[in-house]
Every structure is written in structure tokens, then in C-alpha cells.
């Protein structure tokens, strides 16, 4: 048996091993707003219900291993005592992971992972639309557990208003576990979907990804892209030019003929073949083809 003591190792092996020990982990899709009205928008998987009366929810912005710096969530919580927990489900783990990059603090990430901002009844912070459920809370405590990289803070959050969609509900009118498709977090990419089992999300860290807010309309509103195709395609770093769009085609005479027949939800169901094979530079150039 590995027998470790955490002094004796560095914080990002200690890292892995907890994450990869302690899961699956529910997702706190956060919302949060600085003190100028900028929202914010990141998942936690250090998170859980504490408790129903009163209503305790406790989430961690952990601070960054690697540099010691803190999140925009964590600082908004110190200003604006509020916030939205959005619950994570299978149709939105893609623009989840998405919104999940560093970008700017000036960067909407409502809007770089393609959702919806929902204004909240008795908060700041928007509400994600997309999300099954949706609790508006208030910030009771901010417990930090240490000033070094990879240190907790434990945000304790007030439950004041619960929004549920009405679809995932069973007929005696409470959630039903298997139409609310949850998505929890495990170690390195791995993901479970808790009715399906084990599947694997690319961490969107290496680059900045260019977001579903700057993708062309046609293919933001498509009919046959869903939001996890979009936060895929989001991903990517830039768009093919055309000398790469151009090879593609003479590679693939089926493709190109494709491209030929301008049948937009063919070409676009052929995006999501190359999305499931994990080629989202593939799915690129065949909806960018002229």
C-alpha cells in the first residue's frame, strides 16, 4: 500500500491524490457580481448541503496551487455577500468546463460559455437559466483555512430561495433523480453522469478558449448544435483560416461535396460526428466551408 504523509509531498501531487481518493464531488456552478455589477460566472467541486434548517450550502474557491492567487469568485464573495449555486447537469457540462478558464476579470462568462443570465428574485448575482436548479443564497461566513497555494475558503452561503424546473420533478412533485441527469466530478478530466457512469471533459487550462460569444450567428443559434456541442466548439484556441479549411476539403471529398449541397443541418450534424470524436478543429472546418 502507497502510504503518504502530505508534508512529505508537493501540494499539486497532494492535489491528485485527493481529488482522485474523494469523489464523486457535486458541482457548485457559482454566481457571483463584483461591487461595480460585473458577474461572474465559475464551477467548485469542493461543495455539499450542510444542513436543512437552516438551509447551509459550503463551497471552496481554493486558492491556486501553482501561483497563490485567488479567483474572481472568492473575491467577489469577500465585497458582494451573495450568491446563485447552480446545479450541474449532463446538458450544460460543456459550457460548464468552458466557463471554467481563466479569462480577464473583465470577461462575462455567462456570455463565453453560451448561457443564459436569469435575473434573481432576492439577490444580485444572475441565475443561470439553463441549470435545473437554481438556489439563491446569502454569504453568512467566509472561513479561510490557510494563506498558502492550495489553501480552502470555505464560503458558507444562506439558502433564500430555491428555483426548481418543473420537468424534473416526479409525480408526487419532488426531483426526480434520474430527470435531473446530474454530472459530478471526479479526478483529472473524469467526470461521472450519475446515470450512465464514467466520461472524460479536457480541461480547458492550457489555453484561452475563444468562447461561444465569438462563434458566427449561424452556428451560436443552430437547430442541431446543442450547448455542449457549442462549449466544445468554444474551446478551441482560434478558428481554422481558409488554407486549412481549404486542405480539409481535399482530404475529404465527402465533406466537400457536402459543403456543395449548402444543407446547413447536414453540415451541422456532421459537426457533431467529429464533436463526439473529440476533433473539434475538424468540426470547424466543415461548418466554416464555403
Not at 127 to 133: L, T, W
Not at 165 to 186: N, P, S, T, W, Y
Request: proline fraction near 5%; aromatic fraction near 6%.
Amino acid at each position: 500500500m502507497l502510504t503518504i504523509e502530505p508534508k512529505d509531498v508537493s501540494v499539486g501531487k497532494l492535489h491528485q491524490y485527493l481529488l482522485g481518493a474523494i469523489g464523486p464531488r457535486p458541482i457548485a456552478f457559482a454566481s457571483t457580481i463584483d461591487e461595480n455589477g460585473n458577474p461572474n460566472l465559475s464551477p467548485f467541486s469542493f461543495f455539499n448541503v450542510f444542513g436543512a434548517n437552516p438551509p447551509i450550502l459550503i463551497f471552496s474557491p481554493a486558492r491556486r496551487g501553482r501561483d497563490n492567487t485567488t479567483k474572481h469568485t472568492f473575491e467577489n464573495a469577500k465585497k458582494v455577500d451573495e450568491v446563485v449555486i447552480n446545479i450541474v447537469n449532463y446538458d450544460i457540462v460543456q459550457q460548464m468546463s468552458l466557463s471554467s478558464t481563466e479569462y480577464a476579470e473583465s470577461v462575462n462568462e455567462f456570455e463565453k460559455a453560451g448561457l443564459t443570465m436569469q435575473k434573481s428574485d432576492l439577490v444580485k448575482p444572475f441565475r443561470v437559466a439553463e441549470s435545473p436548479v437554481q438556489l439563491e443564497c446569502k454569504i453568512k461566513e467566509i472561513v479561510e483555512t490557510g494563506t498558502e497555494g492550495g489553501a480552502g475558503n470555505l464560503v458558507i452561503c444562506h439558502v433564500v430561495k430555491m428555483h426548481i424546473k418543473e420537468e424534473i420533478l416526479d409525480a408526487d412533485g419532488f426531483i426526480d433523480q434520474h430527470k435531473i441527469d446530474q454530472v459530478a466530478r471526479m479526478g483529472g478530466n473524469w467526470y461521472t453522469r450519475a446515470k450512465m457512469g464514467m466520461f472524460e471533459v479536457p480541461k480547458p487550462l492550457s489555453t484561452l478558449g475563444i468562447g461561444v460569444d465569438a462563434m458566427p450567428e449561424e452556428v451560436r443559434t443552430s437547430e442541431i448544435l446543442t450547448g455542449n456541442d457549442l462549449g466544445k466548439l468554444g474551446n478551441v484556441e482560434a478558428l481554422p483560416d481558409n488554407g486549412e479549411i481549404e486542405e480539409f476539403l481535399k482530404a475529404n471529398s465527402e465533406e466537400a461535396e457536402l459543403v456543395k449541397s449548402g444543407d446547413k443541418k447536414k453540415i451541422h450534424k456532421q459537426a457533431q460526428v467529429y464533436l463526439e470524436k473529440g476533433q473539434p478543429e475538424e468540426a470547424w472546418k466543415i461548418l466554416l466551408a464555403k
